[in-house]
């Protein structure tokens, strides 16, 4: 399912130019690592760019290196970190469930317009969300276990989060674990790997920290900390606010074309409360609290919900098509959903095209 979801993401990868202004910011970024040879202190225009950590400008420019910098190359790792995440997505819903909800979890994430949208484009937000959905994974197979090496993994996997935009990588994977395994005891088996795990993250994750902070000193601090990260949260970034439903519109949107079974997976779950159904009710409601309070908002900030908003409407498909109790009504209540969805769409082409080319419009009815 990986490489399907990579021959899916990268076709046509170089096609167009870079037109996302972080797509172009971002890849001038690694073109700057390349012309100056300084892999630490990040430039964009030649002067100090300090607003976000270097990881996925690092990959384009290794790779630019090797094959030379282009539109595909600017985007590929956009498309393989996407396609890490679908893979991800499975082993989650095999892990919750069953395989058959792994696989069809896994088709789903890869098929929704904003992960695909998003591995289409040279931006870091996929690499970040294989970071974090990584290492929440491999956490919950360290709760569940109590395996040293998975433990080890999550760890490692938050550090590379981290390293590609900030402590959020560890943040959120790590509030979601402790909030599942507070109850029953099962954080203390990370005792196990407190003697290296912490080592790892910091290894993978604040190298680029620890040298900019020495390099530059509250120069880097101020806006890479103060600024990106504090004031992002408890304030407005570049004029991007939006109301405490911002999210609401978008996720309708992102998770198309499977937005009318959302809200009937999320309520049978809810209704049935399973341990598994808890824990992707648990991080789908985490993500999407923690960027709603938080006061600059983006669309791409809720990326990390599609994966294990797949793996509910994955579940309720297969409990549906297997006749659980309660699945019928809502079920049907969601195809119906899907077609007025679809219809209404259909309808508005058409009437944009009638508005648009009133005299192909006419030519086409007079024949």
């Known amino acids: ?67 030379g910098m282009s539109e595909a190359t600017a985007r590929w790792w956009s498309a393989v970190s996407q396609a890490g995440v679908v893979g991800v997505t499975f082993l989650v819903g095999r892990f919750l469930y069953d395989a058959r909800t792994g696989w069809l ?14 591995a289409r484009l040279a931006v870091f937000d996929p690499t970040l969300v294989l970071g974090m959905l990584a290492a929440f994974y491999m956490g919950l197979v360290a709760q569940a276990t109590g395996r040293r090496r998975a433990q080890l993994w999550a760890w ?15 943040l959120l994977p790590a509030a979601a674990l402790v909030a599942l395994g507070a109850r029953g005891g099962r ?31 509250w120069t880097f601090l101020r806006p890479v900390v103060g600024y990106y990260l504090v004031t992002r949260f408890v304030g407005v970034v570049e004029e991007q606010p939006g109301p405490w439903w911002y999210y609401a519109p978008v996720l309708a949107a992102g998770a198309f074309p499977w937005t009318a079974f959302v809200p ?12 598994s159904d808890r824990v992707v009710l648990l991080w789908v409601g985490l993500v999407v609290l923690f960027y709603s309070v938080a ?19 994955a579940r309720f498909w297969l409990e549906a098509a297997d006749g659980t109790p309660g699945t019928g009504r809502l079920f049907r209540i969601s195809v119906a959903l899907l077609v007025g969805t679809v219809a209404f ?23």
């Open 187 to 217: 954080l203390r088996c990370w005792r196990a790997s407190l003697d290296s795990g912490p080592l790892i993250y910091a290894a993978l994750g604040l190298p680029w920290y620890l040298v900019e902070t020495v390099r530059h000193g």
């Open 295 to 313: 006061g600059t908002k983006l669309p791409n900030y809720v990326l990390p919900v599609y994966p294990m908003l797949a793996v509910g409407v």
């Open 156 to 170: 490692a996997w938050a550090g590379l989060a981290t390293a590609a935009k900030g402590p959020v990588g560890l």
């Open 1 to 67: 399912m990986t490489v399907a979801a990579l021959a899916l993401f990268s076709y046509g990868l170089g096609a167009g130019s870079l037109w996302d202004q972080d797509e172009a910011k971002y890849t001038q970024v690694a073109v700057e690592i390349l012309a100056t040879g300084d892999w630490w202190t990040l430039r964009w225009n030649g002067e100090p760019w300090f607003v976000h950590p270097p990881l996925f400008m690092w990959l384009q420019a290794v790779t630019a290196r090797l094959v």
């Open 264 to 275: 009937a997976a999320l309520v049978h779950l809810a209704r049935r409360g399973s341990p």
């Open 105 to 118: 979890a896994a088709g789903v994430t890869a098929t929704m317009l904003q992960v695909v949208a998003q």
């Open 345 to 367: 769409l259909v309808a508005g082409a058409l009437a944009f095209g009638v508005r648009q080319y009133p005299t192909e419009t006419a030519a086409l009815r007079a024949a």
